[in-house]
């Protein structure tokens, strides 16, 4: 079979799974044909990854959509996140409160949703085309805005609203800062069919205009970077967390964020051979990285609400993948490192907390007291998901966040580094006075009032075992797979 074709069944699979999801007459048949579609879609991706690392690109439509080592490593973190959490939410919305509010027509809107929320973020990775990349992220605002407000509320549409309206703010800069780099490639002399062509735009990246390419990469930070959740731009995060169902909590700081910021990852190879290879964008993105980490810090040791709090961690850490790609070299190996490990930790934080919030029905961590004692897979889960969030040791978390450092120091940016570790340092404060209190405090509930099945059980616990063996020993496959990925954001083709 033809590599590209998988191109082609990638982006087909989610489609048509949307439209199937539209059918059935019961609100569970909808959850099982939604994670039907996920299996199936996860089958094929991991195909194309195969491809991939057997050393081949993977191009369809005239190279407009193709999948390399960079784009491959995302798909892949990408079903991960999908998967676990398309199974959690056929148990979570059984158990949630207002269950008898999820309807079959609220299901069938939900799967629709949720499956085209997957066609557009994959869109995002194997588009070649910058301008159907920023479609895609187009796209996944539209998509993922109405999953915020399920169940419908006034604050959840407060919410909605933030989050469509920044996010389509951020979305217009990124536009224009795409429009900007096909007119900085006017220089070049390349076909207009071309311009927006990422392969061509980087192998003629020295002829592009460094003055254009300078703005509407300032442009492009800025508008992907408020999909990111990057700071100061994140203010609709927090909000969309909290009123948000767990499942889309996962998805959203699990993957969704790493989507947005992909499109960024995209354009820094070509700015640096644009500027000589001077470290112009890495820079920015040091600088927006320390910015993201102190801001995040600065809220977490105040936060008493569990979701709201893992917002700012995801917030923390985002800004940690972005430092990582700023200080270059090994801390581009060790961001996308950090990245696998913040997508296998945060989906099991907000599942956790999310039927922890079902069974006190409060995500207040003030009433959220003996989490461990009312259950021991939720809130065992929930104290072990945020150890390895904060980066303690041996969870994988901790070795990339030990690399980025190393990287900072070997070339000769200790004052990042230090900010690097006062901030790391104040988060991790933050996140241990709250979490004590709800994981060992006295239970106002019965122990183990929430019995869990083999699916439950193995949604927390795969995830935390994963990152307990990364942390422990790392694949030589999987490292080379992420050197691949991490030279093409270095500069490689």
């Not at 703010?169 to 900085?184: C, D, E, Q």
């Not at 985002?318 to 790609?325: D, F, R, S, T």
């Amino acid at each position: 079979m033809d590599d590209g074709l998988l191109i082609w069944i990638l982006l087909a699979l989610p489609a048509v799974g949307a439209g199937i999801s539209l059918i059935p007459r019961s609100s569970r048949a909808v959850l099982h044909v939604v994670c039907a579609v996920v299996v199936a879609t996860a089958v094929v991706a991991f195909m194309a990854v195969a491809a991939v690392l057997r050393g081949s690109r993977i191009h369809a439509a005239s190279g407009w959509f193709f999948l390399d080592d960079l784009s491959a490593f995302h798909l892949a973190v990408l079903m991960i996140v999908y998967v676990l959490s398309s199974f959690f939410s056929v148990g979570y919305f059984q158990q949630e409160p207002t269950a008898s509010h999820f309807t079959p027509r609220f299901a069938r809107r939900f799967g629709a949703l949720w499956l085209g929320a997957l066609w557009s973020m994959i869109l995002v990775f194997v588009s070649n085309n910058v301008g159907i990349m920023w479609v895609g992220i187009e796209a996944t605002t539209l998509m993922t805005a109405f999953l915020i407000c399920i169940p419908v509320s006034a604050t959840s549409l407060e919410a909605m609203w933030k989050y469509l309206i920044m996010c389509s703010v951020g979305v217009a800069f990124a536009f224009i800062g795409t429009l900007m780099v096909a007119a900085a490639a006017a220089p070049a002399h390349m076909p207009p069919s071309d311009t927006m062509l990422w392969t061509l735009l980087r192998a003629n990246a020295e002829q592009l205009d460094p003055g254009l390419m300078k703005a509407g990469f300032l442009f492009l930070v800025v508008g992907y970077g408020t999909k990111a959740g990057l700071a100061p731009m994140h203010n609709w995060l927090p909000d969309a967390y909290i009123q948000a169902p767990a499942p889309f909590s996962a998805i959203s700081s699990g993957i969704m964020l790493n989507t947005a910021f992909f499109c960024i990852l995209r354009y820094v190879p070509i700015m640096e051979a644009v500027t000589g290879y001077s470290g112009w964008s890495n820079d920015i993105l040091v600088v927006f990285g320390i910015v993201s980490i102190f801001v995040a810090g600065a809220f977490i040791i105040f936060q008493r609400d569990a979701k709201r709090m893992l917002a700012y961690s995801s917030i923390k850490h985002i800004g940690i993948i972005a430092l990582g790609v700023g200080v270059g070299g090994l801390g581009s190996s060790a961001a996308l490192f950090h990245m696998l490990n913040h997508s296998l930790a945060k989906p099991v934080a907000f599942f956790t907390a999310g039927r922890l919030g079902q069974l006190y029905r409060n995500n207040d961590m003030t009433y959220m007291e003996g989490a461990i004692r009312a259950s021991r897979l939720w809130g065992g889960g929930f104290f072990l998901s945020l150890l390895a969030l904060i980066g303690v040791a041996p969870f994988a978390i901790f070795m990339s966040e030990f690399q980025i450092i190393r990287a900072s120091l070997w070339t000769g940016a200790t004052l990042v580094a230090i900010m690097f570790l006062i901030g790391i340092a104040v988060v991790f404060v933050g996140v241990m006075r709250n979490v004590t209190r709800v994981v060992w405090g006295a239970s106002s509930l019965k122990y183990d009032v929430a019995p869990s099945n083999l699916l439950e059980r193995s949604i927390v616990i795969l995830p935390l075992a994963a990152l307990l063996l990364l942390g422990l020993w790392m694949p030589s496959g999987l490292w080379r797979f992420i050197e691949r990925a991490a030279a093409i954001v270095g500069g490689g083709i």
